[in-house]
């Protein structure tokens, strides 16, 4: 990260105060209602030990490097040779069969006696052992569930929904119809002159009684309203061309314009019905406002007892019970936890890696503080560890069985699978003949790409690893699939990819998609590149930091 600010800063690269402040304010963890709240930003901050100067340093800085970073891997560009050689690959197709000899057939042939399994169990026994785990005691702080013991304010409610008057207007809207005459952008004086004088002609009908649907359905140019007479429906400002907009919030219902103007041509506008501004009022909206005063006020409250929660847990790092008094929280226990997780707060990946942290198992410490949703936080010690053991055999006799025999019969098929690979490829043999042989059914599949859904994807991949047959002679190839089937392939034909046959619109994401690698490849390039001349000295760090 260093060395990329440093190449950014000496290419005259940059990040403004205004920048910043602009992604600030687009984050949501930062936002309440959907405004950005300064004061949740310092809060959430606070959460995770930081100011606000410190995080508009960092998010700075990753500015910086983005801004670099793009600027190498957005710029690169492959070469339309680059680009027909590699989906000559990535379009190529195959035509293969393939037999699948099933893993229940040779499990069926194999057998594991007592000691076998015993020897398996001594030979395997970290296969077989209950995994570490811890049970927690805990205390849960979350805003959600806090009780605020206060009425709300009114005058605090009032000036909320005063402040928030925007989101509870229906502002002015209107109903018009229009009768259409297009002109092109770039028309001609004699094209604009022409398009006026048949939109005022129209005008003249109008004046004279003609209705105004039935002239739109006959002259209207508009496709998209000229079925229905000219009918626009209800709209705001800002939906329509200036123009045009002008106009329709100048009229009164019932009125109808001359030849308007617009970047479309000559518009008949007129005006059907209004619908006034209207303002949802206060009562309305109160609860929806009551809860925000409510949310705010506990996550004050919130912040106030998290402060104090990890303050108490810190000086009395031995037990939770005095901070649970001081607070008025229940001490909560876990089921078991294991450091793959558990139930309850044992699913949150913060609480399982600090749960089995040295300061935390080792020493016997409270955790700190542990953000695990949105203002809620849990405080953790451990309250019983147990020590990965060893299971008695007669415990996980089956399973060790089950696994004996899933390896013998892998072996088997191995054996008995290479044995006939070894036929085809010898020509003594065919995969309908092995078949026939096994009473089972051999596959055999059209040209297929490499991300086709049938058959299963491990036997496409293992047959786009195989040469090319040559001279129609197929191509055979054996493997153990992961349910322990034994496949046999036989590759019969491969058809390399045409880029020219490609739709246009595809043939320009491949090469957005081949740009996108070599611009991957050109930062990688750049940054060893920055590395490889760079000094780097890494002080070290004595041994209890």
């Known amino acids: 990260e260093e060395l990329i600010l440093q190449a950014a800063d000496a290419d005259g690269f940059a990040t403004s105060d205004q920048l910043v402040a602009a992604q600030i304010s687009a984050i949501d963890a930062f936002r309440e209602n959907g405004v950005f709240s300064k004061a949740r930003y310092e809060r959430v901050l606070n959460l995770q030990g930081m100011g606000p100067r410190e995080f508009e340093w960092r998010l700075a800085r990753e500015l910086m490097t983005n801004q670099y970073k793009a600027g190498l891997s957005q710029t690169a560009a492959a070469t339309r040779e680059e680009l027909v050689q590699a989906y000559r690959l990535e379009g190529q197709q195959r035509r293969?069969?393939?037999?699948?000899?099933?893993?229940?057939?040779?499990?069926?042939?194999?057998?594991?006696?007592?000691?076998?399994?015993?020897?398996?169990?001594?030979?395997?026994?970290?296969?077989?052992?209950?995994?570490?785990?811890?049970?927690?005691?805990?205390?849960?702080?979350?805003?959600?569930?806090?009780?605020t013991g206060t009425e709300v304010d009114e005058v605090a409610l009032q000036a909320l929904y005063d402040e928030q008057s925007e989101k509870y207007v229906t502002p002015e809207e209107r109903h018009a119809r229009h009768i259409l005459i297009q002109l092109q952008p770039d028309a001609d004086t004699a094209a604009t002159e022409d398009a006026l004088a048949r939109a005022e002609a129209i005008v003249t009908r109008l004046d004279a009684g003609e209705a105004f649907d039935a002239l739109a359905q006959e002259l209207s140019e508009d496709p998209g309203s000229a079925a229905s007479g000219g009918d626009l429906g209800f709209f705001g400002r800002g939906m329509m061309t200036p123009e045009f907009e002008a106009v329709v919030f100048d009229l009164k219902q019932g009125e109808r314009s001359g030849p308007v103007k617009s970047a479309f041509g000559y518009h008949i506008i007129e005006l059907l019905e209004i619908r006034e501004e209207t303002a949802t009022p206060l009562a309305e909206v109160r609860d929806t406002l009551v809860d925000q005063l409510l949310s705010e006020t506990r996550s004050e409250i919130f912040?106030?007892?998290?402060?104090?929660?990890?303050?108490?847990?810190?000086?009395?790092?031995?037990?939770?019970?005095?901070?649970?008094?001081?607070?008025?929280?229940?001490?909560?226990?876990?089921?078991?936890?294991?450091?793959?997780?558990?139930?309850?707060?044992?699913?949150?990946?913060?609480?399982?890696?600090?749960?089995?942290?040295?300061?935390?198992?080792?020493?016997?410490?409270?955790?700190?503080?542990?953000?695990?949703?949105?203002?809620?936080?849990?405080?953790?010690?451990?309250?019983?560890?147990?020590?990965?053991?060893?299971?008695?055999?007669?415990?996980?006799?089956?399973?060790?069985?089950?696994?004996v025999l899933a390896d013998k019969a892998r072996a088997l098929a191995d054996e008995q699978g290479g044995q006939l690979l070894a036929s085809l490829q010898a020509g003594s043999t065919t995969l309908d003949t092995i078949a026939g042989e096994r009473e089972l059914e051999a596959q055999q599949t059209d040209l297929v790409a490499r991300n086709v859904q049938q058959p299963a994807a491990e036997l496409v991949k293992r047959a786009f690893t195989l040469p090319a047959p040559e001279a129609e002679q197929q191509v055979y190839d054996g493997f153990i699939t992961a349910q322990g089937d034994y496949a046999l392939l036989a590759l019969d034909e491969v058809q390399d990819g045409d880029f020219e046959a490609l739709p246009e619109v595809a043939r320009t994401q491949a090469w957005n998609g081949l740009n996108r690698v070599h611009g991957a490849a050109e930062l990688a390039a750049a940054l060893g590149a920055l590395e490889a001349r760079a000094t780097i000295r890494i002080p070290e760090q004595s041994e209890d930091r």
């Open 96 to 147: 293969f069969g393939y037999l699948l000899l099933p893993q229940a057939g040779f499990a069926a042939e194999v057998s594991a006696s007592d000691e076998e399994l015993q020897e398996y169990y001594d030979n395997h026994g970290a296969d077989f052992m209950t995994p570490e785990r811890v049970r927690l005691q805990y205390l849960e702080l979350e805003a959600a569930q806090l009780e």
């Open 303 to 403: 912040y106030e007892k998290h402060e104090l929660l990890s303050s108490l847990t810190f000086e009395q790092p031995d037990s939770l019970q005095g901070a649970a008094d001081e607070l008025e929280l229940l001490v909560g226990e876990t089921e078991w936890i294991t450091r793959t997780g558990g139930t309850g707060i044992g699913e949150h990946a913060a609480v399982t890696e600090v749960a089995f942290s040295e300061d935390v198992l080792a020493n016997g410490n409270n955790s700190p503080a542990l953000e695990i949703g949105t203002d809620h936080v849990v405080v953790i010690r451990i309250l019983e560890h147990q020590q990965a053991t060893r299971q008695p055999f007669d415990s996980v006799r089956d399973a060790v069985r089950e696994q």
